[in-house]
């Protein structure tokens, strides 16, 4: 399944199917990027990062990919399981400032 | 990444109450913390940057007399809701920087676990 992030805040897919979560960022200037999994109740959780001069990062069931032409950036998560429902954001950062910020976010539900 | 704690997860009081969360880093001498604010549904804000024995940096919109924000050890951050009002209800959560001490960048930032604070 894929969502189209500020315009389908939500995506429901089916368990051991890929998911794949969209975000548009703001600032061209922003040249690092960050993905969290918020679940109900708690703070953000790192997932993975990415710097403006790669395309594409590879963590543990996650990559995260990033089109700077067009300032938009995925996450893309193989084999989808219950545990990876929870709300995804991406974040964005012009290095060397402290301000990170936040995406509206996308509810992924994962039915067993 | 770092562990942050914050406490309490959860405070309920009257309007007009002031209000006292911590923000702990655990493992890791933080000279940046951050305190952000999130309303049901809604993304994360930042509010302002803790600076160690400095004053923090309010973010524009963020009332500093309202919110006091105290980072006086390398480890600990306090903010304080001050004259709690039904509308300053919201989950506050800290956060904390990788840099460190002598670090360049304070990205990313590992966050604890909130604090849901419900003003009557």
């Known amino acids: 399944g894929e969502s189209v992030g500020l315009h389908l805040p939500t995506l429901s897919v089916q368990e051991g199917d890929n998911s794949i979560i969209n975000c548009a960022y703001s600032n061209s200037a922003s040249d690092y990027f960050i993905w969290y999994k918020q679940e109900s109740g708690k703070g953000p959780q790192f997932i993975i990062d990415?710097?403006?001069?790669?395309d594409k990062r590879q963590g543990q069931r996650v990559t995260v990919l990033l089109n700077k032409t067009v300032k938009h950036l995925s996450l893309q998560i193989a084999a989808t399981q219950p545990g990876d429902s929870a709300v995804y954001f991406c974040a964005e950062n012009i290095s060397g400032a402290n301000n990170l910020f936040f995406g509206t976010g996308t509810r992924l539900t994962v039915i067993p | 990444g770092a562990v942050v704690s914050q406490h309490p997860s959860w405070v309920i009081c009257k309007s007009g109450t002031s209000v006292k969360i911590e923000c702990r880093s655990l493992?890791?001498?933080?000279?940046?913390m951050f305190w952000y604010r999130q309303f049901p549904k809604q993304s994360l804000m930042l509010m302002a940057t803790s600076n160690e024995g400095s004053k923090a940096t309010y973010e524009q919109g963020v009332e500093k007399d309202k919110f006091l924000i105290n980072h006086a050890s390398l480890t600990l951050s306090t903010l304080t809701v001050t004259s709690a009002h039904p509308e300053d209800s919201s989950f506050y959560i800290c956060?904390?920087?990788?840099?460190?001490?002598?670090?360049?960048?304070?990205?990313?930032?590992?966050f604890g676990d909130g604090t849901r604070l419900s003003i009557l």
């Open positions: 493992d890791f001498q933080a000279t940046t």
């Open positions: 990415i710097r403006s001069n790669m």
């Open positions: 956060s904390v920087g990788s840099g460190g001490r002598g670090g360049y960048s304070n990205q990313p930032q590992h």
